[in-house]
């Protein structure tokens, strides 16, 4: 076996490429989000991340231009207006499979498009991809768009990325992507109020995430306090 290549004191990342620019870009953009920099929320602001993790990655790794990318984006539009309007996109009605799921469904439907596949391939990445994040809840640190949304952001690059190449490879979804999509919307609605962007339950209710919860309460009433005094 050739020696694997890296930068010397750097471990070595196992994922490869495009999956390791994939996650680098997804945290670079959910981190701007988390920053309140200016992102695209493509579906939502918590996995903005996602589409354009994959949509670079892939799109630097087989050499494609600008209007190949249109093409991906397009692919990716036309996913994520079906699952709202057949489903939801939000958080709050869904859990987390209604913004990181769908946006690796999306970001998976675009790898196929920039690699060439079929639009039957592109809707069996949906329905994989989907498939991989069923029942994710939505379970903010502290109610910020933070914890554990932007590391979600990251793995859900790895979903789409192996969801496109198992479409890609001829592996079809058993459940047909309209099916799935409305799956995710039925099981959405049976989630706890607890689960679906309250920061009541999941890991907002660990006893770190308490006291993190707690920590920047504190915060925010002392600046308070600070203004009111100043």
């Known amino acids: ?34 920053g309140m920099g200016r992102i695209v929320a493509a579906p939502t602001a918590g996995s903005c991340g996602i589409l354009p993790g994959v949509l670079l990655s892939v799109g630097e790794i087989r050499g494609i231009g600008d209007s190949e990318l249109v ?77 554990p949304c932007i590391k979600r952001n990251a793995t859900s690059v790895a979903v789409a990325l192996a969801a496109a190449d198992m479409a ?5 979804s058993v459940i047909p992507a309209d099916e799935v999509i409305q799956a995710m919307g039925a099981i959405g609605r049976e989630l706890p109020v607890s689960l679906r962007e309250t920061a009541i339950g999941g890991l907002a209710a660990t006893p770190t995430g308490k006291r993190i919860a707690t920590e920047i309460n504190a915060c925010d009433d002392q600046a308070e306090c600070h203004a009111q005094k100043g």
Do not use: H, W
């Not at 999306?106 to 039957?120: D, F, H, K, L």
């Not at 890609?168 to 079809?172: E, K, P, S």
């Open 168 to 172: 890609l490879a001829g592996i079809r």
């Open 1 to 34: 076996m050739a020696e694997a290549r890296r930068t010397a004191g750097a471990p070595m990342l196992i994922g490869g490429e495009p999956l390791g620019s994939a996650i680098a870009y997804a945290l670079a953009v959910a981190e701007v989000n988390a």
């Open 71 to 147: 093409d991906a984006l397009f692919a990716a539009g036309g996913v994520g207006a079906v699952i709202a309007r057949s489903s939801t996109l939000a958080g709050a009605a869904g859990g987390c499979q209604a913004e990181c799921g769908a946006a690796a469904a999306m970001a998976a439907a675009a790898a196929v498009q920039i690699a060439g596949g079929t639009p039957e391939q592109c809707t069996n990445a949906v329905a994989l991809a989907f498939k991989g994040l069923l029942g994710l809840v939505c379970d903010p640190v502290a109610g910020l768009v933070e914890v």
